[in-house]
């Protein structure tokens, strides 16, 4: 084999790892860009539902005249004690902790 061969093909497998560690980084980046989307939603989505639970609570504690009537059937007892309404609120927690854990698990 004369010198130029040799030169060529350290060359070229110096260049194919160059190329296999930038695309391997690129995919690293694509994936924690996507995991930051992820979680930044998922936080604003737990932001906003605090900020509306702790807006009612203050409300109803300020006696600002919650009229419950018309929500009647959703707080009467339905599963035991729970009311529809908390059955809801544990359900849609309970499904933001399996996308979060379906998440996690699928890295």
Same mark, same amino acid.
């Given at each position: $084999? @004369?010198?130029?061969?040799?030169?060529?093909?350290?060359?070229?497998?110096?260049?194919?790892?160059?190329?296999?560690?930038?695309?391997?980084?690129?995919?690293?980046?694509?994936?924690?860009?996507? @995991?930051?989307?992820?979680?930044?939603?998922?936080?604003?989505?737990?932001?906003?539902?605090?900020?509306?639970?702790?807006?009612?609570?203050?409300?109803? $504690?300020?006696?600002?005249?919650? @009229?419950?009537?018309? $929500?009647?059937?959703?707080?009467?007892?339905?599963?035991?004690?729970?009311?529809?309404?908390?059955?809801?609120?544990?359900?849609?927690?309970? $499904?933001?902790?399996?996308?979060?854990?379906?998440?996690?698990?699928?890295?």
């Amino acid at each position: $084999m @004369d010198e130029q061969t040799k030169n060529k093909r350290a060359d070229s497998v110096s260049e194919r790892r160059f190329r296999r560690y930038h695309r391997s980084a690129e995919r690293r980046r694509a994936a924690e860009r996507q @995991d930051s989307q992820f979680f930044r939603a998922i936080f604003s989505l737990a932001g906003v539902a605090a900020a509306f639970a702790i807006g009612l609570a203050v409300w109803g $504690m300020t006696g600002g005249g919650f @009229d419950v009537n018309s $929500m009647d059937g959703l707080l009467q007892p339905w599963i035991g004690p729970l009311s529809k309404l908390e059955a809801i609120g544990i359900l849609f927690v309970v $499904m933001i902790g399996g996308l979060y854990f379906w998440r996690i698990r699928r890295r």
